[in-house]
């Protein structure tokens, strides 16, 4: 340890500068909170993602006063969806009252901004600096423990928020995070310029043993990531980009599009993608974004749903540091569950239809046929129309043609 810890503890420690981190953090300042936010990477840096973020992050972006910074990356506009289903039928739906279309963005871009605007409104973050375990005192969380390339320090605090992705060192360590059971489910993205006929629209192609998403990031350029089943992971072993290449044969409409197009760099993997938190609150901490569980991202909702769990715990912090108390910090377990549990599943629902090629099929036709239910999926799928409403009888029953 570089000296000993400072004695006063600050009021939270952000573990994770992504979105979910970032953006608690900035909440936090806002509530007038002393706020130290660590990530182990420098940025910017690279962070696979699908990259198409939905229209309700507007809302979000806007209350972190980060909208404007975000609309000068120019960000590629996405108005809708386009889904191919295995059997070649697409439909197409709209955002449709929507203040402002969804859009795509590089992360690597999109994440500097906040982590930015974080900085502006007074947090201090500290770059280069890997958080490696926490500090317990009788079951509670009092702070991490952290190193830099000056060496380690104990670094005490009211309150810790893992906000450090997947592999959280937080909600390991505290026993609260573990792989979903059974979805074993690996993504491969790449970056291409070249490609043709790219629509400001997100894409989505099912079929060859999983799904295929294109985000265009301009005109020409777009991100192309696949997600698939372990099993159908192996043969990467002689190569990724090998690999990469080659599996996007399975989705032909996609592969012919990219017959002229160049591969900016070498492919990213990352996976197994599915998490599960038993909890998403301990005495003294709470987790946010990927921290707190992660679900396929077949509808491209992770960074809005890494906003919105910020913007909860932020509301829940701040009234439990009011009370000096952590007892109400289990008020977030129950306000993120109510925030997002239609929405889980409702994805849940899109990866049965999606798992299954015959009913994919005959959803997407039934699609083409009604343009309203396409665009309420979309919508929904874009975070402004609730998701309970697809899972009402009236929908299913219009889905089905029996209304």
Request: charged share 25%; aromatic share 6%; hydrophobic share 45%.
């Amino acid at each position: 340890m570089t000296g000993p810890p400072r004695v006063d503890p600050r009021d939270v420690i952000v573990v994770g500068g992504g979105p979910a981190g970032a953006a608690v953090a900035i909440f936090l300042r806002q509530h007038g909170r002393e706020v130290l936010l660590l990530d182990e990477a420098r940025f910017p840096r690279d962070k696979v993602c699908g990259e198409a973020v939905s229209p309700e992050a507007w809302r979000l972006l806007a209350a972190l006063g980060v909208d404007g910074a975000v609309r000068m990356l120019a960000p590629h506009p996405l108005h809708g969806m386009a889904v191919t289903a295995p059997d070649g039928t697409c439909f197409r739906g709209d955002y449709r009252g929507a203040p402002r279309p969804g859009f795509a963005v590089r992360r690597e871009r999109l994440d500097r901004v906040l982590l930015d605007r974080a900085r502006e409104a007074g947090v201090d973050v500290r770059e280069g600096t890997k958080v490696s375990g926490l500090l317990m005192r009788e079951g509670t969380v009092v702070g991490v423990t952290a190193a830099n390339g000056r060496g380690a320090e104990a670094l005490p605090a009211r309150l810790v928020i893992g906000a450090d992705g997947r592999r959280s060192v937080v909600a390991r360590r505290l026993g609260l995070l573990r792989e979903h059971p059974r979805l074993r489910k690996f993504a491969v993205r790449g970056y291409w310029e070249g490609m043709e006929a790219l629509e400001e629209r997100g894409e989505m192609h099912g079929g060859g043993g999983g799904y295929c998403g294109v985000a265009p990031l301009s005109a020409t350029r777009a991100n192309v990531t696949f997600v698939l089943d372990r099993r159908d992971m192996a043969p990467a072993g002689d190569g990724l980009e090998r690999f990469y290449r080659r599996t996007l044969r399975r989705w032909p409409r996609i592969a012919e599009r990219l017959a002229r197009s160049t591969l900016l760099s070498p492919p990213r993997a990352i996976g197994p993608l599915a998490l599960e938190a038993s909890r998403v609150s301990a005495p003294g901490a709470l987790l946010v974004g990927d921290a707190a569980g992660f679900y396929d991202p077949f509808t491209g909702e992770g960074v809005t749903l890494a906003l919105r769990s910020a913007e909860i715990a932020a509301a829940v912090a701040d009234r439990c540091l009011r009370a000096q108390s952590s007892e109400g910090l289990r008020e977030y377990d129950r306000a993120r569950h109510a925030a997002t549990r239609h929405k889980f599943r409702f994805n849940r629902l899109l990866q049965v239809v999606v798992g299954h090629p015959r009913l994919a099929n005959a959803a997407a036709r039934r699609f083409v046929q009604r343009p309203d239910l396409a665009d309420r999926l979309v919508s929904i799928a874009g975070d402004f129309v609730p998701a309970r409403t697809a899972l009402g009888p009236s929908f299913l029953l219009e889905l089905l043609g029996l209304c």
